[in-house]
């Protein structure tokens, strides 16, 4: 009797499919992460607004480089920021569905054309100011442009409280005759298209390399042992220093090392405790119930008290 010959089956343990299927997991990863870092772009407008585009394949960007891109209404000219976009933040643009495409590489007659826009912008910003007179509310304009097709047109302005500008709205399109937008701004806004040079004798940080807004607290400046004076930690658009968030992290670690203010220690039998700690001196202020204050480093706060010490 004539045997078929054995072929051994594959199988496959539990654990080993579990593996399997993270390897799959982790290939689909990679590949959106590559897909990601090669197919998207982050561009700024000329109304310094940034967003994120796709690109053609065969197109090769580089920072600082203009282009024309799609937008809600038409197109419109912007700068590439950066070429290389996050797996994260691929994820979080095809979340909020936002996403409009690159259409081509800006030429010398578009350039041309924005010399052009920019004197109707001039144009436009007079007749504004021109008009705002007539009406019952103040507004600082501080900004003015337009698409580059023509299809919007939007007047940026401060103002100390909300304004009810619909019937000045339709003034400016039954004479612009293209879509009117305004748009209140703060004063970071302000500051950003303005731009001017900060307390430390750099240029803002908005108008240089910060590319977005993030929330700024009284707590940063704290942790930071800065002055409780708003006038010293705020910018000249009278908001707090953009610079206390994105160096809290950097003192948030730092702050590891040290007690907390307040923290309780026994200094040659008497109780002392905590109320400053100098980040730059590396020291750490020490104050008792008669009120004298004694320094001691923090090296040695920590080979001394570290252990024992209580909040």
């Not at 040079?197 to 977005?212: A, D, Q």
């Not at 203010?261 to 400053?276: A, C, S």
């Not at 750490?284 to 040695?300: A, F, K, P, R």
């Amino acid at each position: 009797m004539n045997k078929e010959p054995y072929e051994p089956r594959e199988t496959s343990t539990k654990d080993e499919q579990t593996m399997t299927n993270q390897d799959v997991v982790l290939e689909a990863e990679e590949m959106i992460e590559e897909e990601a870092f090669h197919e998207f772009v982050e561009v700024e407008l000329r109304n310094w607004r940034t967003a994120y585009f796709t690109k053609p394949k065969n197109l090769m960007l580089v920072p600082d480089q203009m282009v024309i891109i799609q937008v809600d209404r038409g197109m419109d000219i912007g700068t590439v920021i950066q070429v290389a976009i996050k797996g994260e933040e691929y994820q979080e643009m095809y979340k909020d569905k936002k996403i409009m495409s690159i259409i081509r590489v800006a030429t010398d007659s578009d350039l041309e054309m924005v010399d052009e826009i920019e004197k109707k912008e001039q144009t436009a910003s007079d007749k504004f100011l021109e008009l705002v007179v007539k009406y019952p509310f103040e507004m600082k304009l501080i900004d003015t442009k337009y698409q580059f097709d023509g299809n919007k047109l939007t007047f940026f302005f401060t103002a100390e409280c909300r304004i009810d500008f619909r019937e000045f709205v339709r003034e400016l399109a039954q004479i612009f005759r293209t879509r009117i937008e305004l748009h209140q701004s703060t004063g970071r806004d302000e500051a950003k298209r303005l731009g001017g040079y900060g307390m430390c004798g750099n240029k803002y940080c908005c108008t240089t390399f910060l590319k977005r807004f993030n929330q700024v607290t009284i707590k940063m400046a704290k942790d930071q042992n800065l002055s409780g004076n708003l006038a010293k930690i705020s910018g000249p658009c009278g908001r707090l220093l953009c610079c206390l968030h994105f160096e809290g992290d950097f003192y948030a670690e730092l702050a590891k090392e040290y007690p907390e203010i307040g923290d309780e220690v026994i200094v040659k039998k008497n109780k002392m405790y905590v109320f400053r700690n100098d980040y730059q001196s590396k020291m750490v202020y020490l104050s008792g119930e008669d009120q004298l204050v004694e320094s001691i480093h923090i090296d040695e706060f920590n080979k001394l008290f570290r252990k024992n010490t209580k909040r």
